[in-house]
């Protein structure tokens, strides 16, 4: 098998859901947002992204993200959003939204999730944690949603996608799962 740093990283990374609450270095955030800009993109203003490290606002995402979950149809989501634990950042202290722009002839919500994984990957190999998170997005399809992306300032026709939390993980989690490769079909 080949085996470098770079497919160790991919394997490594796992969804963080227990964070220290300390905040991370700037120079640390700078290099993950970096390797973001650097991932392949479908149209020059495709996306944008939104770093939150403002504790009132972080708390706000999550009661909203909470409450739209407990009008869903789905009861986990409803169970979700009624627990007093559930917080859909796990205390993470910092959140980056990447939202895709709405005009762009092509859809850009997948140049969105590769910018998204090239976060998790770049975190991961500087020992940060992170998990993807979709909850979060729910709190724009609350009746404030439309407020909220005026507050986070993120730009007109732009639409929320996806997101990640970032910080140091309270425990070293390493482990890495064999995977099921019967998903995988070869024609040669
Ligand atoms: C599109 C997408 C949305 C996700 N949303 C959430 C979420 O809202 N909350 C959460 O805790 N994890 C979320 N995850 C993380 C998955 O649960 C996780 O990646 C999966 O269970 C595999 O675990 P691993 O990341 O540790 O390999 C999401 C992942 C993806 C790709």
């Keep these: 098998m080949v085996n470098n740093e770079t497919l160790n990283m991919?394997?490594?990374r796992r969804s963080i859901r227990n964070y220290n609450p300390e905040q991370i270095k700037e120079e640390e955030l700078q290099a993950v947002l970096?390797?973001?800009?650097?991932?392949?993109?479908?149209?020059e203003t495709g996306k944008h992204f939104t770093v939150i490290q403002n504790k009132e606002m972080l708390?706000?995402?999550?009661?909203?993200?909470?409450?739209t979950m407990k009008q869903s149809k789905s009861e986990d989501l409803r169970k979700m959003g009624n627990s007093e634990e559930y917080h859909c950042m796990y205390h993470a202290p910092t959140l980056i939204i990447i939202s895709g722009n709405e005009k762009a002839p092509i859809p850009v919500h997948a140049e969105c999730a590769a910018a998204l994984q090239n976060l998790l990957v770049a975190a991961e190999s500087m020992g940060l944690g992170t998990c993807w998170l979709y909850s979060v997005i729910m709190a724009f399809d609350s009746p404030q949603g439309g407020e909220l992306l005026k507050e986070l300032q993120i730009p007109e026709g732009y639409k929320p996608y996806y997101s990640t939390t970032l910080g140091y993980k309270k425990d070293s989690v390493v482990n890495v799962p064999e995977k099921n490769r019967n998903n995988i079909t070869y024609i040669r």
Aim: hydrophobic content about 35%; glycine content about 4%; proline content about 5%.
């Design 10 to 12: 991919i394997k490594q």
């Design 34 to 43: 970096e390797s973001g800009l650097y991932a392949p993109y479908a149209w």
């Design 59 to 67: 708390e706000r995402l999550n009661h909203l993200a909470k409450e």
